[in-house]
């Protein structure tokens, strides 16, 4: 395969520019330790996929962060944008500089921002196609992913955007009460099984994965370790600079519970062997975007899905590869007991996952559907 500066110089390969948030320094860097989520996560898989396509050629849009020691393969060319600190107007100018020095034709954004309005505007006023993700159910509601606050622009990523790829039925049905437009399309996540770990040799109980965000509920966590002394419980609770109070509040309730082993960060590429090492996989949240990245790699190291408020599509209803707890934390107790103490339910389970995030999620298939929709010719 031609390396990715060959492939951006190559006349005819349809040049992608992805758009990473600015929370994206540690996916490409290892010295740091900066939280990042699962819309990170997405796109970097979806840039890996599509640098083995050979009639594709990426460009990684990044803030221009202080530390650039980034990858050193030729996997990926970088194009810092901007500092995170700067005006929006700034960031437009310098994004504007940028878009005309690299030319790219398809430029893809995902989550939720003022940037993604101006930018789909920019792109609809200067030609270039304009894909836009929805990462969180909220998202297609008009808000904010963090504040829940409106998007006082919404209309304008709506009109001006090439494409708008949801993730699922109730994100796909909220545009759809806005807008007709025959380019809103639903792509679920993908991913990438190359490094997917299994374990039969179990060393905790429950594993719980996520941002530090009051939505994501971790407090439910605390106390389900709590109420089970005899098993053995992994959090992995990454800090988010934006509420470092309550960060630390979580931290200190962890702190007291002798059976929860607390991690406030881990590798990216750690977090398989972690996961494989656990019964099962719990998920608090009040609302995501679609299955979380978390849970579809818990699904693919054969890891059942305790879901105390979420059921999103088949996972669990029709593949049987966890249970669904209604928002009633005593079921999501009784069902961590039942997947603790019966080995064969358990075995079953995740080999029920498995199947079902093959049938799914798989980035290769996920990528030429995103690139069938998206016109790269």
């Known amino acids: 395969m031609k390396s990715a500066v060959e492939k951006n110089n190559r006349i005819g390969t349809v040049k992608t520019a992805i758009i990473f948030p600015k929370d994206s320094e540690a996916i490409f860097n290892n010295k740091s330790h900066r939280t990042f ?3 990170t996560v997405q796109l970097y898989l979806i840039a890996k996929e599509l640098i083995q396509r050979e009639s594709v050629s990426v460009l990684i849009f990044i803030p221009d962060y202080l530390d650039k020691d980034y990858e050193k393969d030729n996997a990926f060319v970088f194009v810092r944008m901007f500092k995170e600190d700067e005006t929006m107007v700034s960031k437009i100018y310098k994004f504007h500089k940028k878009i005309r020095k690299t030319r790219p034709d398809v430029i893809i954004q995902r989550g939720l921002t003022l940037f993604s309005c101006l930018a789909a505007a920019y792109c609809r006023l200067f030609g270039f196609r304009f894909v836009f993700m929805f990462a969180h159910d909220v998202e297609s509601e008009g808000r904010y992913q963090a504040s829940r606050k409106k998007c006082p622009f919404f209309s304008m990523l709506i009109r001006n955007s090439y494409l708008l790829v949801t993730q699922n ?4 049905n909220n545009i759809r009460k806005i807008t007709n437009a025959n380019h809103l399309h639903t792509v679920k996540k993908g991913l990438d099984f190359n490094n997917v770990k299994r374990s039969s040799r179990k060393f905790y109980d429950a594993v719980w994965i996520a941002r530090c ?30 509420h470092s109070g309550y960060f630390n509040e979580i931290a200190e309730k962890a702190s007291v519970v002798p059976n929860l082993e607390f991690r406030n960060f881990v590798m990216y590429n750690s977090i398989y062997e972690l996961i494989s090492l656990s019964r099962c996989f719990c998920l608090t ?19 059942p899905i305790l879901s105390l408020n979420l059921d999103y599509g088949e996972l669990i209803a029709e593949y049987k590869a966890g249970f669904f707890c209604d928002g009633d934390i005593e079921k999501l107790h009784r069902y961590l007991r039942l997947l603790a103490e019966d080995a064969d339910l358990l075995i079953e389970m995740g080999q029920n996952a498995v199947k079902y995030v093959y049938e799914n999620h798989n980035i290769k298939d996920n990528v030429s559907k995103l690139l069938e929709i998206s016109n790269y010719s």
């Open 37 to 39: 989520g699962g819309a």
């Open 169 to 172: 039925d109730y994100q796909n």
């Open 213 to 242: 965000e009051r939505w994501k509920n971790p407090e439910i966590f605390i106390e389900l370790a709590g109420r089970n002394p005899d098993l053995k419980f992994l959090m992995v609770c990454s800090k988010v600079d934006a």
């Open 285 to 303: 949240s009040d609302q995501e975007g679609d299955w979380p990245m978390t849970v579809l790699e818990a699904t693919a190291s054969g890891v």
